[in-house]
């Protein structure tokens, strides 16, 4: 069998990197590069130097924002973990229809985040929404207007969590699914003759064996939800009073709306510089699992 030569493989490369380049690398070296400078609507450019860089973390620029980010992720994810989890356990049981309702369980995978958060829009609405009138006719709720998930600043964030949680907890239940299916089954079985009970089989053999697997669908989902745009932004578009606005939303809009260019790239930066700190230390913690973090 004749061996490729170099060229020919960096021929096939070829495409790839120029794509890479075009749409990946290029944008964040113009993006990195624009932050150091005050872009006017006509195009004068300003160089301002760290000025961006120091509104954004010594004035607050977007703490507000960076404080309800990290609540949005502490809320979804958590759930989405917990919840996937116990799908995942409940789904490994071998009983008859489970494949099929597993199938419909996948479903929410399917569909575009932005039309999810359409869906969500209406079904929380305090006009017609479908779900403060099932909590109205269950007793929970005097009426329907009683909670207004998308108009009050109390209930705007955590109602797009839970268009988020419903949206993603089929993910983390298939990587679950997956780790606990790919388990050795003789250890399962050693636990059993040891006397091991189910939720001592659970928290003691099968949580620590699949660990990595958690781990890694974890990092995933923190950085997916850190990033989150389309389901807020089709739900709430940041409001009432900012109280749903992470990070992605105020640098969409101090782009778009507020013509500030160099601000909103500094963000970027920023936010971008923490996301990979996060998955560098996280991916640390997986292939050095004895070693401590801190």
Known sequence: MRLISRKTLLLFFLPGAIFMGAFLVYPIIKMF????????????????????????IMEGGFVKQLKNTILYICIAVSAETVIGLLFALFFELNYKGNRVVRSLMMAPLMIAPL???????????????????????????????????????????????IADIWLTTPFMMLMALAGLQGLDSSVVEASKIDGAGMLEQIFMVKLPMIKPVILTALSIRIIDAARTFDIIWAMTEGGPNSSSETISIIIYKT????????????????????????????????????????
């Open 33 to 56: 590069i624009d932050s150091f400078f005050k872009i006017e609507m006509l195009g004068d450019r300003q160089f301002v130097g760290v000025d961006n860089y120091r509104k954004a």
């Open 115 to 161: 039309v999810a958060g359409l869906t969500w829009k209406l079904m929380l609405s305090s006009n017609f929404g479908i779900v403060n009138e099932i909590l109205t006719r269950v007793g929970i709720l005097k009426n329907s207007e009683q909670i207004l998930w998308l108009a009050d600043e109390k209930w705007s964030l955590i109602a797009c969590c």
């Open 255 to 294: 782009l778009t709306r507020y013509n500030d260019t160099g601000y909103a790239s500094a963000m970027a930066v920023i936010f971008i510089v923490v996301l990979i700190v996060f998955t560098l230390t996280f991916m640390q913690s997986l292939w050095n699992p004895n070693k401590r973090i801190g």
